[in-house]
T-cell receptor, first 112, second 115 residues
Framework: SQQGEEDPQALSIQEGENATMNCSYK?????LQWYRQNSGRGLVHLIL?????REKHSGRLRVTLDTSKKSSSLLITASRAADTASYFC????????????FGKGTKLSVKP | GAGVSQSPSNKVTEKGKDVELRCDPI?????LYWYRQRLGQGLEFLIY????????KSGLPSDRFSAERTGESVSTLTIQRTQQEDSAVYLC?????????????FGQGTRLTVV
């Protein structure tokens, strides 16, 4: 079964709007990561948040982590057409190590 | 190398043939992952190598799939007697878990089409 599950599956917004994507997971973890994928090829790491962190920022990205609810959110502020991509969350299978388990992703479309 | 390299970039093969996909991880990365991604779907875990430990093969879908890794370098994913359902992008990633909480670096994948 999937360790991480993103929602929504698809999101369509206008340029300049904010995009929020959510991820839920099942087991205890020591970190959660978000990745971006363009055009069905290699994924690019965006941000990693540790279990003792509640919020983290990187440029226009803001990630939150709620370990009590086993959930995380990724917020992209002031979206641009170039943000159009699929976004995945990933967690270590064993909680702290081992292979990364990815969710099914959120497909974001930002319209100019 | 500068990043994870996968070859070939694209592969078209006839049903029933064997294929080999190659992954060159980032030098020094002890962990290596293989994933499969069907069109429009998420990443499906296949196999995980970590240093000299026994690989985690729990994601391999059938005995037609196998993978090897030479030390902490190149890995080869082999699919025997390919089926049309094997058509997908196969992604390889590496990371350095000697450092706590590290990110995975992905190659650009091999797009396999079985006709």
């Amino acid at each position: 079964s999937q360790q991480g599950e993103e929602d929504p599956q698809a999101l369509s917004i206008q340029e300049g709007e904010n995009a929020t994507m959510n991820c839920s997971y099942k087991t205890s973890i020591n970190n959660l990561q978000w990745y971006r994928q363009n055009s069905g090829r290699g994924l690019v790491h965006l941000i990693l948040i540790r279990s003792n962190e509640r919020e983290k920022h990187s440029g226009r990205l803001r990630v939150t982590l709620d370990t009590s609810k086993k959930s995380s959110s990724l917020l992209i502020t002031a979206s641009r057409a170039a943000d159009t991509a699929s976004y995945f969350c990933a967690t270590p299978r064993g909680g702290s190590q081992g292979n990364l388990i990815f969710g099914k992703g959120t497909k974001l479309s930002v319209k100019p | 190398g500068a990043g994870v390299s996968q070859s070939p970039s694209n592969k078209v093969t006839e049903k029933g043939k064997d294929v080999e996909l190659r992954c060159d991880p980032i030098s020094g990365h002890t962990a290596l992952y293989w994933y499969r991604q069907r069109l429009g779907q998420g990443l499906e875990f296949l196999i995980y190598f970590q240093g000299n430990s026994a690989p985690d093969k729990s994601g391999l879908p059938s005995d037609r799939f196998s993978a090897e890794r030479t030390g902490e370098s190149v890995s080869t994913l082999t699919i025997q007697r390919t089926q049309q359902e094997d058509s997908a992008v196969y992604l390889c990633a590496s990371s350095s878990p000697r450092q706590a909480n590290t990110e995975a670096f992905f190659g650009q994948g091999t797009r396999l089409t079985v006709v």
